[in-house]
């Protein structure tokens, strides 16, 4: 029996009456991915560049999100033939590059996330859940339907480069990377500096200029809100470690107990000793 495949982030974009919102998802973990997943979020990043994922953790976080009403996007940790061939041969659809600083670095990811003759990626689709093991009729010839590839500028060169990035044919959007874009710049740790904001919003001019979509990782509500208003598609509001690193700061704030030293074993006032 044929399986039809879910629709890609380009499509949901295109559907999108408003920017789209999106949960970062660093931690490796299925269950922390699954939990992410319901959470109402409209599409979440399951991450390999900086987490401690590979292609079988990839997979089982996958697997945890995909009875679930959020669209997956798998950030591959560079702009790798091989490993963009593994990583699509997984079931990923949706594919964000890196460090993306040239139409030459852009048109060599679409040829990665395409079959010959447009392409270089290895044909598999047999053994492959992408065609869930040629169980997706016409899968191989309509493969460019289910994928959707975005491309990351992060650098102060990429954002020169914007307009010509944003022309190449097969790509899907753009997302606009700050923290790497403001180390390249010399502002390291200063997302929100006004030169690098400006940056990113030369960016935004140059993708709406070519009519393709524009996202950006903005964890501060207020910055995210003005990149929104200033034409941004698709967000990064939030990660999953940084969310529990901050929700445990306020719960130790509100409840731990500051020992007086070692060995101190006084229970704070109001507080339950397991």
């Not at 992410?36 to 590979?54: F, K, Q, V």
């Not at 990377?177 to 502002?187: K, Q, R």
């Not at 470690?241 to 006032?269: C, F, I, K, M, Q």
């Amino acid at each position: 029996m044929p399986l039809r495949l879910a629709p890609t982030f380009r499509d949901a974009l295109s559907a999108a009456s408003a920017p789209l919102a999106g949960i970062w998802v660093c931690s490796g973990s299925p269950l922390v991915a699954e939990v992410c997943a319901g959470s109402g979020m409209d599409w979440t990043l399951i991450d390999m560049e900086h987490s401690p994922n590979g292609l079988e953790s990839v997979l089982a976080q996958l697997h945890a999100v995909a009875g679930y009403a959020i669209t997956p996007v798998v950030r591959v940790p560079t702009n790798d033939v091989v490993l963009i061939k593994q990583v699509l041969d997984l079931g990923a659809q949706n594919i964000l590059v890196p460090m993306v600083s040239s139409a030459a670095d852009a048109a060599a990811a679409v040829a990665a996330v395409r079959y010959p003759p447009h392409g270089v990626r290895g044909v598999g689709s047999a053994l492959a859940r992408s065609a869930r093991w040629n169980r997706v009729e016409g899968y191989l010839e309509n493969a460019d339907a289910h994928v959707s590839l975005f491309v990351q500028i992060e650098t102060a060169a990429g954002v020169e480069a914007a307009a010509a990035i944003a022309e190449v044919e097969g790509v899907d959007g753009i997302f606009v990377g700050p923290s790497d874009l403001a180390a390249s710049m010399g502002l390291l740790g200063q997302q929100t500096h006004p030169d690098v904001t400006a940056a990113v919003r030369r960016v935004f001019a140059a993708a709406a200029a070519t009519g393709i979509p524009v996202g950006v990782n903005a964890f501060d509500p207020v910055v995210a809100r003005s990149y929104a208003q200033d034409g941004a598609r698709f967000l990064l509001v939030g990660a999953d470690v940084a969310l529990l690193a901050r929700g445990s700061e306020a719960l130790a704030a509100a409840w731990a107990h500051e020992a007086d030293g070692p060995g101190d074993t006084t229970v704070a006032p109001g507080r339950a000793s397991y």
